[in-house]
Structures are given as C-alpha cells and as structure tokens.
C-alpha cells in the first residue's frame, strides 16, 4: 500500500512515521518549502501533481485551507485514486461537491479525522439509515477550546488556558480557528451537508468564541447545577431549525457534563430512537494520523465508500433519496431550511448588576417573554436559567439589561436535562 501526502506539517509528519509499522508506504510529499524537511526520507515535491502522479494507491490531503487542496482532491479523484482527507475547512466549503466528484469516478472519498479526528463515527452509521436521519445534533467537537475551558472552569484564565493547550501540544501557535468556534462550525456545516443541508456553509452558523469566558461563568452555572462546555449543535425539525457554535450551559445531568480535557462528544437525535453518543479524544497529531490511517486501510480493503463517500449516511442523503429528518413518520426535506440562529432554548443569563432585585429582574424577564425558571444570586452577580425562548427574544432582553448598566452573558441551553 503506498500513499502520497499533501502537506507535511505536524499532521502530515505523524503520518509519515505511524505509516511503516502498518505496512504502508509513504512515496512522496508536497511542501512548500522543501529546505525546512531536510531530514525527511521522503521525497520532496513542490507541485502537488508530481504526487499523484507517482503511482500511489491513495492520497491523503492534510493541507488544510480550500485551495489547492480542493483542485488537487479534485484531480486525484478523477484519476480514479482514492483520497483521505483530515481537512474541515475543505470539506466544509467543498463537501457536496466533492463526493459527488468521487461518486462520478466511483472512487473513495474517506474524511473521517475531519470530524471528530480520534472517533470514527461517520462509518459506523452506515447501516443505521434511521439514525442518520437526525433531529438533533449536538457536540463537543473540538479538543481544543474543550481543553482551555476546562482549564478555566479549574480557576484559570483564558490566557493560561491557551498558553497550557500551546505547551502540551494541543493549540497551534494561531488557534483562533479553535477559540474562535470556527473550526467547530466547519464541522458542523460538514454534519449538516450529510443530513440533507447541502446549502449550509460555515458562515451561516451562527457562532461565539471562547475568548471572553472566564472562572466566574463557570462559577455562576455551578449555582445553577450545571458547566459550560463548547459546543456545536444543530436542530432539524420543522420550525425549529437553527444551529450554534460556541460556549452553551451544559446541566450535570447531560452526558457531556462528565467530559473535559481534550475528549470529542457527538450526541445524535432521532424522531423515532434513542439518542446515540460518539466519544473520544479530539486534539493532536497522533490521534488524527490514527484515523487518517484507519481510512487508508479501509481503501486498501476495496472499499468505494458506498458510493463516493464515506457510508450511507453521506451518500444516501447526497443523492437526494432521503431528505432530511424523519418526523413522526414523515421526510422534513431540510434542503432549504435555515440555519442562521441557535435553535430556540432555554439561556443561561449570568448578570453582573447592583441595581435589581431577584423579583424586579423575574418581572423584567417575564414582561420580554424570556421568564426566570431559576435565579441564583451569588456575591457579585446573578445567575439566571429561562424557560425556552427563541435567538432574538434572549437577546433582545440581553440588550435591554446592558442599556441598563449590567454586563450579561447569554448562552444557549443544551440538552433536555433540566438541572435541580
């Protein structure tokens, strides 16, 4: 089995070297400066179709960005060479396109470090058409902004938080991508195009970074019997569409509540089962060679990816035979629906004031169609849980408290734990 890699940065390099033990060789890599990978036995190349031209089995994309990544993919593909890709950004941007790209050629398209890098999940939902028809999606789908809140829920700042996630190997030196959640709607946008949302891009997510987070946030959800975790989640049921990236109130008695440090987590709802859960470690370069390996393998087994790309539950939603959730029996087609807000939900509001009462802020609330079900006052700020409100209505009484002189943070509710 022998492969080309397009990129040889940290995770291109861990694939050239877990590669060899499973009997794979690694023939050639595309860099852009050949100088700083002297001491590489593999040889260098500057034109990325100097690889796929050079008798490789499979080829796997680790560039990252959209071009030339998406143009080279393209090219092996229609050569008829497998890829493997750990690139969100790419899949993302170019997901549809592409497996319908491989489906042309009936070659592989594998991305399974894509998502959720340690947790090979997309595969395994080949077989369960049922489930693939989600109605909720939610996730703790990047390592790193799990590490740097878990670090602050433990009392840290945001600044030591990523300056630990740098030290350990788990942010690269920009991690804005991470502690922006952009890499987190990028892999929800690719969770979206499988579920029928072909038109969805990351832009349309609507998302909020981590950077502003501090040990108080973590404190004032503790009063309310829960944590706040980053999180992806995505709604696909009629007249609740939405989706959100960012810091959301998660209560203990939700199963992400029991994870930290580096793990992935991926919850999957459906109209007629049983939530299912994926998790797993989610950050570094050895973890994402792993799967990028086990795709590789799964070339090597003559696999063609049902089609294209990888399991039924990418191709069966690409070419249109099921569109969307199943509801109570019936098809939803998300095809067109919109994604630009967070689901309706219940918010955590933490408030930092000193000119309100716990019964004048309820009847504040109330009058906005945002009521209180829970408030906790701590020594310098106030914790609030609502009852479900749309996007705009928590964030119209956001406004309305900070025109006021409060400082308000408002985040997302996640899950049907309802905390005690």
Request: proline content about 5%; charged content about 20%; hydrophobic content about 45%.
């Amino acid at each position: 089995m022998c492969i080309g890699l397009l990129g040889l940065g940290r995770i291109g390099r861990a694939v050239a070297d877990a590669a060899p033990a499973l009997g794979i060789e690694c023939r050639s890599a595309l860099v852009r400066e050949p100088r700083k990978h002297l001491t590489s036995s593999l040889t260098l190349e500057t034109d990325g179709l100097r690889v796929i031209d050079s008798g490789i089995d499979v080829l796997v994309e680790v560039l990252g960005g959209t071009e030339p990544a998406r143009s080279l993919v393209i090219g092996a593909l229609d050569r008829g060479i497998p890829v493997v890709t750990a690139n969100k950004s790419l899949m993302a941007a170019h997901g549809p396109e592409l497996r319908e790209v491989a489906a042309r050629a009936g070659v592989p398209l594998l991305y399974e470090a894509a998502v959720l890098a340690g947790v090979p999940f997309v595969g395994a939902l080949a077989g369960r058409p049922v489930m693939a028809s989600a109605t909720r999606i939610d996730g703790i789908l990047n390592g790193t902004s799990h590490f740097i809140t878990s670090a602050i829920e433990r009392g840290a700042t945001f600044g030591e938080a990523l300056a630990d996630a740098n030290a350990r190997g788990f942010a690269e030196p920009d991690s804005r991508a991470d502690t922006s959640s952009r890499d987190a709607a990028e892999k929800l946008t690719i969770l979206l195009h499988l579920c029928g949302a072909g038109h969805v891009t990351a832009a349309d997510i609507c998302r909020r970074g981590i950077e502003t987070l501090t040990p108080a946030d973590f404190a004032a959800a503790r009063r309310l019997g829960g944590s706040i975790k980053p999180v992806a989640c995505a709604s696909l049921e009629p007249g609740r569409c939405g989706s959100w990236a960012g810091p959301a109130f998660i209560a203990a008695g939700h199963p992400f509540a029991h994870f930290s440090g580096v793990t992935n987590a991926l919850e999957l709802r459906s109209a007629t089962g049983e939530p299912i859960l994926f998790a797993g470690p989610g950050a570094g370069p050895a973890v994402t060679a792993a799967t990028i390996l086990d795709d590789v393998h799964t070339c090597s087994n003559g696999s063609n990816g049902s089609a294209g790309s990888w399991g039924s539950w990418g191709s069966v939603r690409s070419t249109g035979s099921v569109r969307g959730a199943v509801v109570r029996g019936a098809r939803f087609d998300v095809s067109a629906a919109r994604f630009d807000q967070p689901p309706a939900s219940r918010w955590f509001l933490r408030i930092v004031t000193e000119q309100i009462s716990d019964a004048h802020l309820a009847e504040f609330l109330a009058a906005r169609n945002v009521a209180a079900a829970r408030i906790e006052r701590g020594a310098d700020d106030i914790a609030v849980l609502t009852v479900p409100a749309s996007w705009a209505v928590a964030q119209s009484a956001a406004r309305t408290l900070e025109q006021l002189g409060a400082f308000v943070t408002a985040l997302p509710v996640v899950g049907r734990e309802v905390p005690r």
